[in-house]
C-alpha cells in the first residue's frame, strides 16, 4: 500500500474539482496517480475515460509507468502531453478549420526558421528582428490576438509594423503549408472545445 500524508490523502480523494501547487519533488504525482487508481481501482470509473495531461513527454512517460504500477488498466487511459492530446483532438476536427487531417506540426525549431526565411524575403537585414518577431507571434497567439488586433494593442511597440507583417505572412505560410505550430495546437483545441 502507498502512503500518503494528510494532505496528499485529502487531494487523493474525488470530491469536486482540486488544484494541487505544491514545490519540486514533494508528491504532486504521488497524488495524481494514486487519485486516478482509487477512480479506476475502488470507484470503478472507465480507464478509457481518465485523461491525465502532462506538459514534457518525460512526465507523461514517468505518468503512464507510475500508473502501470498502481493500476492494471494505464495501457486503456488517455495520457498525453498536452500538445498531443490537442493534435489528436484537431485531427478529427480539421476539416472545420481549414486543414486536412494529415496537418504537420511546426516544432519551435522549424518555426524559428520559416520566421527567418519571412525576414530575409523581406530584406530586413536585422539580426535581432527574427527572434523579436518570434516572441511577439507567440504572444499574440497566446492571447487570441490577430495580426491586426495584436499591431492595434500593441502599438506602441518598437517596429510593431514590421512584426505585424512577419506575423501576417507568417500565419499565410502557415496555412498554406497545412500546418500548425505549438501555440496553434493549443488555440485552435481550446476553440474547437
Ligand atoms: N507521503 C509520502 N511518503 C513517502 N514517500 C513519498 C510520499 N509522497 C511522495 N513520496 C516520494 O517522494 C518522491 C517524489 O514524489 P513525486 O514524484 O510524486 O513528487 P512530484 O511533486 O511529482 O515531483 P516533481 O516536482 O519532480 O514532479 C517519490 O519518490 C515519491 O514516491
Ligand atoms: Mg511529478
Redesign the pocket.
Known amino acids: 500500500m502507498i502512503?500518503?500524508?494528510e494532505a496528499?490523502t485529502k487531494a487523493m480523494i474525488p470530491d469536486g474539482h482540486i488544484l494541487v501547487l505544491?514545490g519540486?519533488?514533494?508528491?504532486?504525482?504521488?497524488v495524481l496517480t494514486q487519485r486516478i487508481a482509487y477512480l479506476v481501482n475502488q470507484l470503478g470509473v472507465n480507464p478509457r475515460e481518465i485523461l491525465a495531461i502532462t506538459f514534457t513527454n518525460k512526465a507523461s512517460a514517468e505518468m503512464r509507468s507510475r500508473l502501470a504500477e498502481v493500476t492494471d488498466c494505464a495501457d486503456k487511459m488517455w495520457i498525453s502531453t498536452i500538445h498531443s492530446m490537442c493534435a489528436k483532438i484537431l485531427r478529427f476536427e480539421a476539416e472545420h478549420l481549414g486543414y486536412t487531417s494529415s496537418f504537420s506540426i511546426y516544432s519551435d525549431t522549424d518555426s524559428e526558421k520559416l520566421i527567418k526565411r519571412i525576414v530575409t524575403d523581406m530584406h530586413l537585414d536585422d539580426d535581432n528582428i527574427a527572434k523579436n518577431a518570434m516572441w511577439h507571434i507567440s504572444k499574440a497567439k497566446n492571447a487570441a490576438l490577430s495580426p491586426e488586433r495584436y499591431g492595434f494593442e500593441y502599438g506602441y511597440e518598437r517596429q510593431i509594423d514590421t512584426i505585424v507583417s512577419i506575423y501576417k505572412k507568417y500565419e499565410e505560410m502557415l496555412k498554406r503549408a497545412n500546418s500548425m505550430d505549438f501555440d496553434d495546437l493549443l488555440f485552435e483545441c481550446a476553440q474547437t472545445l
Not at 519540486?24 to 504521488?30: I, N
Open positions: 502512503k500518503l500524508n496528499q505544491a519540486a519533488g514533494s508528491g504532486k504525482t504521488r
